[in-house]
Every structure is written in C-alpha cells, then in structure tokens.
C-alpha cells in the first residue's frame, strides 16, 4: 500500500513537472508566432494599423493549451512503464438534505435582481442598446433580417427583443430593459439549476461553488450574460444523459433529449449567434461519445438517430421562419462577412502576461491535462484502448463538456481581449475548474461528519446573504431599475440627445430620411424611423464593399440629414475615429453634404442643393 502511494505521489510529481515546462514553452512561443499578415478587405482597426494577423492569438492558445497534453501523451507512449495516477470519483451518494436547492434558487434570483443588467442599466447606452432598438425599427417598419438590415447577435438578441417588448409594454426604453432584466433574471436561475443539475445528489458541494462563485471571487471576475441561457439550458440537457439510470431510459424520454439536443444548436443563430457556434461546435463533438456510450443498444439507437435528424430539420424550418426566408443572406453576413472582418476591425493583441488573462490560460490547459493524465491513467491499467477510451469519456462526460464549452466561450476574450470580454468567457473555465477541485478531491476527503458541518455552515451563510438581500431584491428602486416599463424615454436620454432629436423632427419633411455615421443606431428610434441602409451601425460596412454598397443606398434614397460626428464614445472605438475607418463614406458625404448644425457637439451635415 506504501509503495503504491509513493508511486501514486512520484507520477503525480513527474506529471506536474511535465506540465510546468510544457506551459513554459507555451509562454515562450507565444509572441514568437506570427502568421502572415494579409488584409485583402482592407479594413481598418487596431490589428490590422499594427500589420497582425488576428488568427496570431488563436493559433498560440491552441499551442498552448494542447502542448503539456501532447507532452504527456508522448511520454507516455515512450515509456516502457506505463505511468498511472489514480484520481478516483467518489461514487456514492451524499445523505440529501431538504430545501438545499430551493435555497440555491432563492439565493440565485436575489443575486439577479441586485445585478446590473448587462448593457441595459443606469445610463443610457447609445450603442449597445442602440443595436437592439434601432434594428427592431427596420424590423417593424416591414424589412427582412439580413437581406435588409444587418446585426451582429442574432434575430432575438437584436430585434426581436425590443419588439416583443414593445408589443408588451408599449414603445419605450424601458421596455426594452425590463424583456433584457427579465432574461437576466432567467439566466441566473438557469445557471443556479445548471449547478444543482452537475452536482446531482451532493447539493452541499452545489452550495460551495455557489457560495465561491458568487460571494468569495471578485464580481469583475466573470459576466452571466442575459444570452448565456441558451448556454445554460443547453448544458443542463446534455449533462442529463449520463445521469439517467438504466430504468430512466424511456423511449419517451430518448426521443425528447435526442431531438432537443439537436434543435437547439440550429435554432439557436436565430437567437444569439455566438452562442450558437460553441453549443453546435459541442454537440458535433460530443454526438459520436452520445452514440457510441450512451444510445448504442437497440432500440435506443435508433431513436437517437431518427429524433436527432428530425431535431436538425426542425431547428433548420424554425430558424428559417426567424430569418423571414433570407437563409443565403443570414449565411453570407454570419459565416463570411464576420469572420472575414470582425477582429481586424475591433480585435486587440491577447496581453498573456497579464495576470488574470494567464490564470484564465492556465485553468483551461490545466483542465485539459487533467483529463489527459486521467484519461492515459485508465488506459495504463487496461489495455483495450477503444473500449475503455469510451468508459472514460462515459464517466468524464461533465467534465469533457465543460471543458469544451470553456474552450468555445473563451473564443470571445481572443478575438477581443479587455477586460470585459475577459469576463463573459471566464465563468466556464472556472466552474469547470470548481467542479473537479469538489467532486474529484474534496469530496473523496470528506467524512459525514465534515459533510454535514460545512453544510450547516454553507447555509447558515447562504441564508444570511439572502435575508441581507432580500428586502433590496424586492425594494421599489431595484425592481425599477430591472424593470423600467412605466418610465418614460426622456428619463434616460440625455439634455445634449433631446435637442437633436427636436432640430430632427422638425426639421424633416415626411418623405426624408435621416442617417447616422456614429455607430448608435438608437438615433433611429429616437426619431421613429428605420435605418435608410443596410447597416444601422456604420461599423458593419468597414469592408470597401460595404462602403459602396452603403454609397449606392444613400445615392437611391432622400436622406436631407446625416449625424456625422458627436462626442460619444462609439466614433472612436480603440481610438480610432470611424471617419479613418470609412474613408470612402466620409470622403462621399464630404464632398455631397454639408455641415448645417452643431448642437451639443453633434455635427449635422445636409445634403447639398444641386443646382441645374
């Protein structure tokens, strides 16, 4: 028993070695990759003014977090003695204790309503939420998705939001940001129940991440996001197949789960489109382990594949209702255009030297490790490879889940690294993190007695955190902020806004448009019209393509007025200012309108009187 446990602590030892040197030469190679510099779109942004290719940061993160795995594996396909390390799972179940999960959901609506709504609280933001009200005006006024008007976050995320709102509640802000609040409210709750769902039969351990998660790491560590409950939802069926017992697979029950884990991927870019591409990227990784460990067996099998089928073509027939038809529209702007444009146009080098952008690094590669040495543990001991590769990822489902959807969410903080797009890609990889440290080694040394002790104080924590809050969550000013629906528009748009809106309503005549360059499409909902262009962000026509294309529908239709320039933010993102980024729009409108007005330091310009 010795001798195995000095083994046991030796491999241990040697693993550990291996994975601190593989991650320094990670950190060695990282700025020592630098792909070829090609720019054929000519767009302009921080990336491409510094001649870097923004596939740089994604080809060193997989360097990096694949590197101490294929040491591992390498090694141990060389050693003539297999190495083994023993992380066993402590298999048996915790005694339940009543009113746990209740407490955790309690505690997770409470967190929600003291949150501030992601982009949509205290001051008004003419940007963010400007791609929400100013596409659902396109939208309302009759035009199509994506052939018509374009958005970057999906068909709900955008219009759909601020339109279903305003069927609700009326025309108004405020509606927007109690639909946005209410999806807050959910996600949170989702998230709560993605928890109970992972550590099913052990909610002290739910209760312990619940109470790191939220109460000991610093709030500015990560964002639940009002979208992340496509995530969550998704994640919650997916770690239900393994935690079905033999008697629990019902046909009924294999057919739900087999066509909702397929039509939710589909179906899910007509809601948020990154989320989208990382549950399909999951589901198309995870499908064969599906398959071949858990649907394997007659008649299971072929439930899962017939209801898996009608779930793509379902998810495929409701999102083309979403898209109003426009399918080869929707696919040019999401599977060409973006990927063509979005990081040279707002993508910034990953600083790995930072210290919360290299802890991020460091769990994700050393979750992936982990799995590794785990993984090459049990094929040690057992040499049917294939056979006990498919336990292993039987018994590791959650984790290999986790750890994938850690890997897609983190594309977020590559392709724009700051701090809060850090933030939104960071709670995967530390709630993968938190689920291992529990279930694999704290667990394994915890005795009933320790049990019920740190559940009792876990509790008597939770318990007081959620009376502190319980009169705040439900206080008239928090529930208003959430939920603003009787709160008129001049209440969050500012002195500076109102006075241009009042020139523009005036001053236009019934069948002239109004345009703006500065990146807020809110100003046409300010002034109830749809965007005259494609694009009611200028930012999406950065390609020289666009900008013609952009010319042409300003040349086809009557826009008299066009907001050129203001002091917000949005004219200058990363400091650059949109007219170096749209040299051919700027260079039309300068030569076909002129300046007429400069109200609060937004330039209005009008377009010029041709003279015969």
């Known amino acids: ?28 190679m990282w700025n020592k990759i630098l792909l070829p ?45 297999k190495m083994s390390v023993r992380t066993t799972y402590n298999q048996r179940k915790r005694q339940r204790i ?11 609506l409470l967190l929600s309503l003291g949150t501030p709504t992601y982009h949509a609280s205290g001051p008004f933001d003419s940007f963010h939420e400007g791609e929400t009200l100013g596409s659902a005006m396109s939208l309302m ?16 995320h955008d219009p759909l939001r601020s339109i279903i709102a305003m069927k609700l509640f009326g025309k108004s802000i405020g509606a927007t940001r109690a639909i946005t609040s209410f999806l807050k409210v959910l996600s949170f709750v989702c998230f709560a129940l993605l928890i109970l769902r992972l550590f099913e039969h052990k909610e002290t351990w739910a209760l312990l991440s619940f109470f790191i998660l939220f109460l000991l790491i610093p709030e500015e560590t990560f964002i639940i996001l009002p979208r992340d409950i496509i995530s969550f939802s998704y994640l919650i069926l997916l770690t239900l197949v393994p935690g079905l017992s033999k008697q629990q697979y019902s046909p009924t029950r294999v057919s739900l789960l087999s066509f909702l884990l397929a039509f939710i991927p589909v179906v899910a870019f007509g809601i948020t489109i990154d989320r989208a591409f990382y549950i399909t990227a999951l589901y198309m990784l995870l499908f064969p382990i599906l398959f071949l460990v858990f649907f394997r067996k007659a008649p299971l099998r072929a439930l899962f594949i017939r209801f898996s089928l009608l779930g793509i073509v379902s998810g495929t027939i409701t999102l083309t209702i979403l898209l109003q038809g426009a399918v080869t529209d929707f696919a040019q702007f999401v599977f060409i255009h973006i990927p063509k444009t979005k990081e040279f146009a707002d993508g910034l080098p990953f600083p790995v030297f930072m210290p919360r952008y290299l802890t991020m690094l460091l769990l994700i590669s050393g979750i992936g490790y982990w799995l590794t040495v785990r993984c090459l543990s049990i094929l040690s001991v057992k040499r049917q490879y294939l ?18 959807m850690a890997i897609f969410c983190f594309r977020n903080g590559l392709g724009r690294s700051d701090d809060e797009h850090l933030a939104y890609s960071s709670l995967f990889p530390i709630l993968a993190f938190l689920y291992i440290a529990i279930l694999y080694y704290i667990d394994k040394h915890t005795n009933t007695l320790a049990y019920k002790c740190i559940t009792f ?90 900008q013609y294309a952009f010319i042409k529908s300003i040349k086809q239709q009557n826009i008299r007025f066009i907001l050129y320039k203001n002091k917000h933010w949005a004219n200058d993102i990363d400091g650059i200012s949109n007219k170096e980024r749209l040299p051919l729009l700027f260079d039309y409108v300068s030569q076909n309108y002129h300046p ?15 003279t015969q």
């Open 596 to 610: 007429k007005v400069n109200i609060n330091g937004n330039e209005i310009w009008e377009k010029n009187i041709i």
């Open 387 to 404: 056979l006990h590769f498919l336990i292993f990822c039987k018994k590791n489902f959650n984790v290999i889940a986790l750890f994938l």
């Open 1 to 28: 028993m010795m001798r195995n446990q000095k083994n046991n602590f030796l491999n241990y030892i040697y693993c550990l070695i291996i994975f601190v040197l593989s991650t320094g030469f990670g950190l060695y």
């Open 37 to 81: 510099f090609h720019n054929p779109d000519n767009i302009i942004g921080p990336l491409s003014l510094a001649g870097l290719n923004p596939n740089n940061d994604i080809v060193r993160f997989v360097l990096f977090v694949t590197v101490p795995s294929g040491a591992i594996c390498l090694s141990w396909l060389l050693s003539s003695k």
């Open 98 to 108: 009543k009113g746990i999960s209740w407490l955790i959901i309690f505690a997770s």
């Open 141 to 156: 006024e009759g035009k199509v998705p994506y052939r018509d008007v374009v958005f970057s976050h999906g068909v709900f």
């Open 457 to 546: 104080l876990l509790v008597g924590a939770i318990s007081v955190y959620s009376i502190s809050m319980l009169n705040n969550a439900f206080s008239k000013k928090c529930l208003t902020d959430n939920f603003p629906i009787h709160a008129e528009d001049s209440t969050f748009i500012s002195t500076e806004y109102k006075e241009v809106i009042s020139f523009l309503t005036t001053n236009l005549g019934e069948n002239e448009k109004f345009l703006t360059l500065t990146n807020e499409a809110s100003w046409y909902y300010f002034i109830d019209q749809a965007s005259p262009t494609r694009f009611p962000l200028v930012w999406f026509a950065l390609s020289h393509t666009n």
